[in-house]
């Protein structure tokens, strides 16, 4: 069964990068249709999309945020790596990360999230 | 594209007909539109995808209708474990976008 587990600090400073890795199971990223994406919930706000990365390395992020982001992958870890520079309060949030369906892009399994807390 | 769901907030009891919209700033490609329970300190749970289709293990009482710039999930029988956030989400255009959410309470 598909499975997916954000790991990370829950606390970093301010002007920090933030590094959070997501390990499934259950499906390869090297499977021709696979994607996996980051989403972001702010304590009591609404979702937002952050990046996506394809089984053939594409790679796809919120254009606003497009110039602090990055992701990666190790296929052979089954992992997602999502890197998020020079932090700030607003980013705290949940970080969830989710397996997006093959054919279409909705988002089929999501992984538990991980609270991140920005704060000096 | 921008999507907006509404009410905010609805407050039905166990056995009625809920009735939630989403609409669209632009026409959603394709009708590539998804709808998302969200219970608290839970992960969102894909309950519809393309407008209307039910991902699997959804009970039929979650339907979803619309096209172009208007949605709606109807929830026909509500059960307790229904009392939830929901949220629309397009994915027919770059970047993904997500509703504001739409908070369903026991009345």
């Known amino acids: 069964q598909v499975a997916l587990k954000e790991s990370g600090p829950a606390l970093v400073k301010p002007t920090q990068t933030l590094t959070l890795t997501c390990t499934f199971s259950?499906?390869?990223?090297?499977?021709?249709?696979?994607?996996v994406s980051w989403i972001r919930q702010p304590p009591g706000k609404a979702l937002e999309w952050l990046a996506r990365?394809?089984?053939?390395?594409?790679?796809f992020y919120s254009t606003s945020l497009k110039t602090r982001l990055t992701i990666s992958k190790d296929t052979s870890k089954n992992q997602v790596v999502l890197t998020l520079t020079n932090v700030d309060p607003v980013d705290t949030a949940t970080y969830y990360c989710?397996?997006?369906?093959?054919?279409?892009?909705?988002?089929?399994?999501w992984g538990q999230g991980t609270l991140v807390t920005v704060s000096s | 594209i921008v999507l907006t769901q509404s009410p905010g907030s609805l407050s039905l009891s166990p056995g009625e007909r809920a009735t939630l919209s989403c609409r669209a700033s632009?026409?959603?490609?394709?009708?590539?539109l998804a709808w998302y329970q969200q219970k608290p300190g839970q992960a969102p749970r894909l309950l519809i995808y393309?407008?209307?289709s039910r991902a699997t293990g959804i009970p039929d009482r979650f339907s979803g209708s619309g096209s172009g710039t208007d949605f709606t999930l109807t929830i026909s029988r509500l059960e307790p474990e229904d009392f939830a956030v929901y949220y629309c989400?397009?994915?027919?255009?770059?970047?993904?976008?997500f509703g504001q959410g739409t908070k369903l309470e026991i009345k």
């Open positions: 989710v397996r997006m369906a093959r054919r279409e892009d909705y988002f089929d399994y």
């Open positions: 259950g499906f390869s990223l090297s499977t021709s249709g696979m994607r």
């Open positions: 990365i394809d089984w053939d390395d594409d790679k």
């Open positions: 632009q026409t959603v490609n394709s009708n590539y």
């Open positions: 393309g407008a209307f």
């Open positions: 989400q397009q994915y027919g255009s770059s970047p993904y976008t």
